[in-house]
């Protein structure tokens, strides 16, 4: 919508709060939002089924928040959830705080007791607003109607400015149900916050050039890039820089698609699991980090990487710069900014540089495919049950490279952060990293496929992540949409039993999950459940799953029940692990 159909759609007149947030919303443009009623925000909800919004009943606010944070990923445009007071405001909490910890742009609504009567014991009143205000970038309290549009332009404001973030807006009742004359001015819509990043910010010129020099001496320079570069949207800036200069490309699982990685110059992930990129890292001798907070798992515990090597930290977040590794060069801004300016700062040496370094940009491929070898009795892998490396390269020959692969924080993460290749850059990976919880598989395919109609979408989650959110199976029934659910059904809370099986010689504790049949599950609530354990139909039933356009489809995949051959490497807080003690 252009500013001037803005403009001209703008309401005026008498109406209620719930109005007015739905109208402010309407004029964003935001997407579908998902929330739980009460009667709070009811007006709210009227004015949606007036105004012929998209809103879909979820069955846990929790996979609201999850939903609208992959809806935000995919889009790069504030998801939106709601919740009713108390309970409903508190199962957001979890699915905020994944927004807050990967800087994803959301607005949540949470309806508040009518402040005619607060404090007195009404019914599910609890002190929400301090539950809620770590698990946000900002929380507003609205305290009049009139504000309403306001605080909604500050919300969008927020959210998308700097590192986005989720933001509250804590409605009381009598503020969504009390009414306002409003004109047409008070819902002006600043366009330049509807989407990340709103602003750019450019790294001091000074620090460009120290960066430059330092990169430009490098015999084996190497980016490290995190998930900034897909809230930059800085893919090509990535790819410019990284071809021209012949400069290797390693990622973290939020990085994952910063350059595809079928490209000859990605090194693949880095960290707790790696392919060949930690030994790259080793060798290196400047590292840019570019969008990544370099936390536990992108360190390997903080043991990455080496002291003596000349880091450059690009960042949006100042304050994130060598908070967990000094940086010789700060760059703060934003990550597509940068990197051009860095690309315009070493554009006269490139031909020379990229000549010194054509041994070192081959070495990529050619390590990669002797990781491929040697990883090919797993990748290959006949075994019943289920090889997890099997189930990964099937992945990568059924997914196409429009496609959205959508991973849940247990193993079925980590497995796939190793061994799954996007084929474009681009947000084509989407892992809950930010605060790493399970159960984020199913609500978040729900997310990224309303967010792109017609892509692929994949969601791979544990059976104990499933169990977790199963009820949003009903949602994804009722929204009509052909997402292929992937559960890895190993009966077990698997990345836990691998754990005690390591650190406490198979004294397992509450670890065990019952046998299930997730195929038949999945039929009973009316969608398609295949139950996989031969290895050989993955590749059909995939197909089958992506080929449903108005159902979900459960892939119920039958894989190792071995606690010793779970993880997908040495996991670094175990040292006993012997028999997992290789990748994939
Ligand atoms: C909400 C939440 N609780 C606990 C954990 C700790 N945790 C990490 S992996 C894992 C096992 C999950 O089991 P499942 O979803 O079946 O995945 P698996 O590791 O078996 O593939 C657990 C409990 C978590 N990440 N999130
Ligand atoms: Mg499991």
Redesign the pocket.
């Known amino acids: 919508m252009s500013n001037a159909e803005r403009a001209g759609n703008r309401p005026a007149g008498r109406m209620n709060g719930g109005r007015a947030i739905a109208e402010m919303l309407r004029l964003a443009g935001v997407g579908p939002m998902f929330g739980m009623g009460g009667f709070q925000l009811l007006p709210f909800y009227d004015a949606l089924a007036q105004l012929g919004m998209r809103h879909f009943l979820i069955n846990d606010e929790r996979c609201g928040a999850f939903a609208a944070e992959a809806y935000a990923r995919v889009t790069n445009r504030p998801g939106v959830c709601d919740g009713t007071l108390g309970p409903g405001a508190t199962n957001l909490v ?1 699915g905020l705080i994944e927004g807050l910890n990967a800087g994803t742009p959301m607005i949540a609504l949470a309806g508040d007791t009518n402040r005619a009567h607060s404090w007195k014991n009404m019914t599910q009143e609890c002190r929400q607003a301090e539950i809620l205000r770590p698990a946000v970038k900002e929380l507003i309290r609205v305290e009049l109607t009139s504000r309403v549009p306001e605080l909604l332009r500050r919300a969008f404001a927020v959210a998308t400015s700097g590192r986005p973030g989720p933001v509250l807006l804590d409605v009381p009742e009598d503020v969504c149900h009390g009414e306002h004359d409003f004109t047409a001015e008070d819902f002006a819509i600043d366009p330049s916050t509807l989407c990340v990043p709103a602003r750019r910010i450019r790294p001091d010129r000074a620090d460009i050039t120290r960066a430059a020099a330092l990169i430009a001496r490098a015999k084996r320079p190497l980016i490290l890039v995190g998930g900034g570069i897909h809230l930059s949207a800085g893919h090509e800036a990535l790819l410019g820089l990284a071809e021209t200069h012949s400069i290797p490309v390693a990622h973290t699982m939020s990085g994952k698609g910063g350059v595809a990685c079928i490209h000859p110059l990605s090194a693949g992930l880095f960290g707790r699991y790696s392919r060949i990129a930690n030994e790259l890292i080793e060798a290196s001798d400047c590292l840019l980090v570019v969008g990544c907070k370099l936390g536990e798992i992108a360190t390997k515990r903080y043991a990455l990487p080496p002291e003596a090597i000349p880091l450059i930290h690009l960042d949006i977040v100042a304050e994130e710069i060598g908070r967990c590794r000094p940086a010789a060069v700060a760059l703060w801004g934003d990550a597509k900014a940068g990197l051009e300016d860095l690309s315009e700062a070493l554009a006269d040496d490139a031909r020379r540089v990229r000549n010194a370094r054509a041994d070192y940009a081959a070495e990529i491929p050619t390590r990669m495919a002797a990781w491929r070898e040697e990883a090919a009795p797993r990748l290959d892998s006949a075994e019943r049950p289920i090889h997890m490396a099997r189930l990964c390269r099937e992945l990568n020959k059924a997914l196409p490279a429009s496609s959205i692969l959508v991973a ?5 993460g980590h497995w796939t952060g190793l061994l799954y290749d996007t084929k474009s850059p681009g947000r084509h990976f989407i892992p809950d990293r930010g605060l ?4 984020y598989g199913l609500p978040g395919g729900i997310g990224a496929a309303l967010a792109a109609p017609g892509t692929p979408v994949v969601a791979i ?6 169990n ?1 959110t199963l009820g949003e199976l009903e949602t994804a029934r009722r929204a009509g949409i052909g997402l292929t659910i992937v559960v ?1 059904n ?1 009966a ?5 039993k691998a754990l005690q099986h390591a650190m406490f010689r198979g004294r397992y504790q509450s670890s065990d ?1 019952v046998e299930m049949d997730y195929a038949a599950i999945a039929r009973a609530m009316g969608c398609n459940g295949i139950r996989v354990e031969d290895p050989d139909r993955l590749g059909t039933a995939l197909r089958t799953g992506l080929g449903e356009r108005t159902r979900p489809t459960v892939l119920d995949v039958v894989v190792t029940r071995d606690p010793a051959r ?1 993880l997908p490497a040495v996991d670094n807080r175990t040292v006993e692990i012997k028999q997992g003690d290789r990748v994939a």
């Open positions: 979890t849940d924080g247990g193993f079925a790493a919880s399970i159960g989650t544990g059976d104990g992540g499933f977790m890895v190993n077990a809370s698997g990345y836990v999950l779970m």
